[in-house]
C-alpha cells in the first residue's frame, strides 16, 4: 500500500508539472521516470523497458515516413489543390479544408498537416472575404478528428493497441478506427458548418501570411513578401571607401545593427572598382570588410545617412533589380512565433538570432501592422510574424525547426527548388505499400515501419542528415519515459485500485457509464496534458475495469483512445491548437465555447457506435 501512495504521490506531481507547463513534456517525464528508479519503485530494466518497445519505434518511424510526404511535395500539392477548388463559399471551405486536413493527418503528423495548410487557409480567407479566426479551429478540429481514422493517425491508437497485444489479444487492426471516426468526422463537419461557426467571432483579419496567390500553398514569391513588409522602401546600397573605419573589421566586431538600427543584408566583394563585382552573398558575423565593398542594408533614411557620415561610406543610386534582397543564393520566408516558444518576451540582440538559426530578421508584423525599426530591441510576442533572409539551405534548415518557429510561408522560388529534387510519387508508393502490407498483417507493425523510413531515406525523399531532426524527439522521449509509469501503476496495484474504484461506483449505472466515465477522465486530462501521457497511464485501468465487469476491452480501449484525441477545449491541449491560435486571434475561451460542446458530441457517439463495432461479450 505505501508503494501504491508513493506511485501516485510522484503521478500527481507529474501531472502538476505537465499542466504549469514550465518544464519541457519530455523533461518532466524523465523526472518521473527518475524518481520512480530511485524510490526501488522500478529496477533499472523495468525503468529503461519504454526506450526498447515497439511502440516507440514505431512513432519514431513514422515521423520519418511523414516526413518523406511533406519533402516531395504531396502535402503541399493536396493544398494547392484544395486553394484552387474551394471557391469564395465560406461554408465549402470549411467543408473541404476539415475533410482534406482529416486526411492528411491519418497518414501523417497532425502539426505538419496543419503548417501546410495554415498559409493555405489565409489565403481561403481573403478569398471567401471571411476572417481567418472562421476557419482555424475547423482546420485544428479536422487534423485531430483526422487522427481518429486510422491505427497510426495519432500515438494514442497505437498505444492502446499495443496494450491489446501485450495482454495476448487481438490489438486494433488498421482500419479499426474508420468507422467510428469517419462518423464522428462527418458529425463534426456538421457542427462547425452549423453550430461552431456562429460561435466564432469575427476578428479583424490578421496578416500573419503574406497576401499569396488563391492557388494556394507556396504561390508567394519573395517579391511578394518583401511587398508586404515595405521590405524594399528602405534598402540602401552602400559603398566602402578606403578611408573608412569599417575596413578589417568584422561585422560582428562593426556592431552595426546595434549602434545605428541598421540590418546588413548582404555584401558584394569589389577587389578591383574598375571591373566587375563578385557575386552578392549573405553577411555572416565574421564577414571581414575591405575596400570597394558593396553593403546592401535596411535602416531608416535618418540612420543610413548617420552611418554612412560616421563610417565615411558613400550611398549608391538605388535601382529595382540591385536592391532585390533574394538570389540563386539567398531567399526570404515568413516564419511564425509559436506559443511555448523560449523567444516569448526576448529582443532578438537578447536571442543572437542571426547567431542561433543563421538568418536575418528584416521585419516584424504584429497585428497586421509591419516593425522594421530598431528590431534588435523589439520583444517578441506569441503569434508574431517574422520575416527572415538567409540561404536557401538555411531558411529550408529552418522549416525543421519545431521548437520556437513554424514557417508560415515558403516563397515559390524555394518549392521549386526543393521538389526537384524529390520523387512524390515514390514516397506515395512507399506509404501505399506500407498501409498494405500493415492491413495485411504480413509483418509486425513495427517491421513494416521501419522499412517503410528507411525505404524513404534510400528513394533521397528525406535526406539522412535531416533524418534525426524530422523526428519530434520531445513526443518519442514522453513516451518511452511515460511507460514505466503505467508499469509502476500495475506492479503496486494502483491499476486495480482505480478500476475498482471506477466499476464500484459506476458498473452499477451500467458497463456504458463505466465507459462514460473512462471518456471523461482521459478527455479532461488531454486538454492539460500530452494525450499521449494520458492515453498510457488510462490504457491499462481501462483494461482492468473491463476484466472486472467480465467483459472484452477493446470497446473501452477505443474510447480511451477516441477521448484522448478530442483536445477540442483549451489552446494548450494539442499543438496544432496552439499553433492556429495566434493566426485565428483566438482567446481561451473561444476553444471551450466552441470545443466543449463537440466533446459531448463525441462522447454520445462513441456510447452508441463503438459497443456495436466491438462487441463486450
Not at 519504454?50 to 519514431?60: P, T
Not at 520519418?64 to 471557391?87: D, E, K, M, P, R
Not at 462514460?516 to 494525450?531: D, E, M, R
Request: charged content about 15%; overall charge negative; glycine content about 8%.
Amino acid at each position: 500500500m505505501a508503494d501504491m501512495i508513493l506511485v501516485f504521490v510522484i503521478l500527481a506531481v507529474t501531472i502538476v508539472l505537465f499542466v504549469l507547463d514550465k518544464l519541457r513534456l519530455d523533461l518532466v517525464a524523465l523526472l518521473s521516470l527518475l524518481a520512480l528508479m530511485l524510490t526501488g519503485i522500478l529496477t533499472v530494466d523495468e525503468a529503461l523497458a519504454g526506450f526498447s518497445d515497439s511502440l516507440v519505434l514505431i512513432i519514431a518511424g513514422l515521423f520519418i515516413v511523414g516526413a518523406g510526404l511533406f519533402n516531395t511535395g504531396i502535402a503541399g500539392a493536396v493544398g494547392h489543390w484544395l486553394g484552387q477548388t474551394a471557391g469564395t463559399s465560406e461554408v465549402r471551405v470549411m467543408v473541404l479544408l476539415m475533410l482534406i486536413v482529416a486526411l492528411l493527418s491519418a497518414f501523417m503528423s497532425s502539426t505538419g498537416a496543419v503548417a501546410v495548410l495554415l498559409p493555405v487557409v489565409v489565403s481561403l480567407a481573403r478569398d471567401a472575404r471571411t476572417s481567418p479566426a472562421k476557419l482555424m479551429i475547423p482546420l485544428a478540429y479536422g487534423s485531430l478528428i483526422g487522427g481518429m481514422l486510422t491505427l497510426i493517425g495519432t500515438p494514442p491508437n497505437l498505444v492502446v493497441s499495443e496494450a491489446l497485444s501485450e495482454a495476448g489479444m487481438e490489438p486494433f487492426g488498421f482500419f479499426s478506427f474508420t468507422p467510428i471516426g469517419l462518423v464522428i468526422l462527418v458529425i463534426g463537419v456538421l457542427y462547425m458548418v452549423f453550430v461552431g461557426r456562429k460561435m466564432l467571432a469575427t476578428h479583424k483579419r490578421r496578416r500573419t501570411s503574406s497576401g499569396q496567390d488563391s492557388d494556394g500553398i507556396n504561390a508567394v514569391t519573395s517579391d511578394q513578401l518583401a511587398d508586404h513588409y515595405h521590405l524594399y522602401d528602405d534598402i540602401y546600397r552602400l559603398r566602402i571607401r578606403r578611408a573608412s573605419p569599417l575596413i578589417g573589421q568584422s561585422c560582428q566586431d562593426a556592431r552595426i545593427g546595434e549602434l545605428y538600427s541598421v540590418t546588413a543584408l548582404e555584401i558584394q566583394n569589389w577587389p578591383d572598382p574598375t571591373g566587375q563585382p563578385h557575386l552578392a552573398h549573405r553577411i555572416a558575423p565574421e564577414t571581414i570588410f575591405s575596400p570597394h565593398d558593396i553593403l546592401t542594408v535596411r535602416g531608416s533614411g535618418d540612420d543610413v545617412t548617420q552611418l554612412c557620415r560616421d563610417l565615411d561610406l558613400g550611398i549608391r543610386p538605388k535601382s529595382t533589380s540591385q536592391t532585390r534582397v533574394v538570389s540563386t543564393e539567398l531567399g526570404l520566408a515568413e516564419v511564425l512565433i509559436r506559443g511555448r516558444s523560449s523567444l516569448v518576451g526576448k529582443t532578438l540582440q537578447d536571442i543572437r538570432f542571426r547567431n542561433k538559426f543563421n538568418v536575418s530578421v528584416l521585419g516584424v508584423m504584429r497585428r497586421n501592422e509591419p516593425i522594421t525599426e530598431n528590431l534588435g530591441t523589439v520583444r517578441l510576442q506569441f503569434g508574431d510574424a517574422l520575416l527572415v533572409q538567409g540561404t536557401w539551405e538555411d531558411i529550408e534548415h529552418l522549416v525543421q525547426e519545431k521548437d520556437d518557429l513554424i514557417v508560415i510561408d515558403i516563397p515559390r522560388e524555394m518549392a521549386e527548388r526543393k521538389h526537384t529534387l524529390r520523387n512524390g510519387a515514390t514516397s506515395v508508393a512507399i506509404v501505399v505499400l506500407m498501409l498494405l502490407a500493415m492491413t495485411m498483417q504480413i509483418l509486425p507493425t513495427v517491421t513494416i515501419v521501419l522499412i517503410a523510413a528507411v525505404a524513404m531515406v534510400l528513394t533521397g525523399c528525406v535526406r539522412m542528415e535531416d533524418v534525426y531532426n524530422r523526428i519530434n524527439w520531445e513526443s518519442v522521449i514522453l513516451i518511452a519515459a511515460m511507460l514505466p509509469m503505467a508499469t509502476a501503476l500495475k506492479k503496486t496495484g494502483g491499476v486495480l485500485f482505480v478500476a475498482d474504484a471506477l466499476t464500484d461506483s459506476l458498473g452499477p449505472v451500467g458497463i456504458l457509464a463505466v465507459m462514460a466515465g473512462l471518456y471523461v477522465i482521459t478527455t479532461f486530462f488531454s486538454q492539460f496534458i500530452s494525450n499521449t501521457a494520458t492515453t498510457v497511464l488510462i490504457a491499462p485501468i481501462a483494461m482492468q475495469a473491463a476484466f472486472t465487469l467480465g467483459v472484452l476491452p477493446h470497446a473501452f480501449l477505443m474510447v480511451v483512445a477516441i477521448a484522448a484525441s478530442t483536445a477540442f477545449s483549451t489552446p494548450i491541449a494539442s499543438p496544432v491548437n496552439t499553433l492556429v491560435m495566434g493566426p485565428g486571434d483566438y482567446s481561451f475561451s473561444d476553444f471551450a465555447k466552441v470545443g466543449v460542446p463537440l466533446q459531448l458530441i463525441v462522447l454520445v457517439l462513441s456510447l452508441l457506435i463503438i459497443p456495436l463495432l466491438f462487441p463486450l461479450y
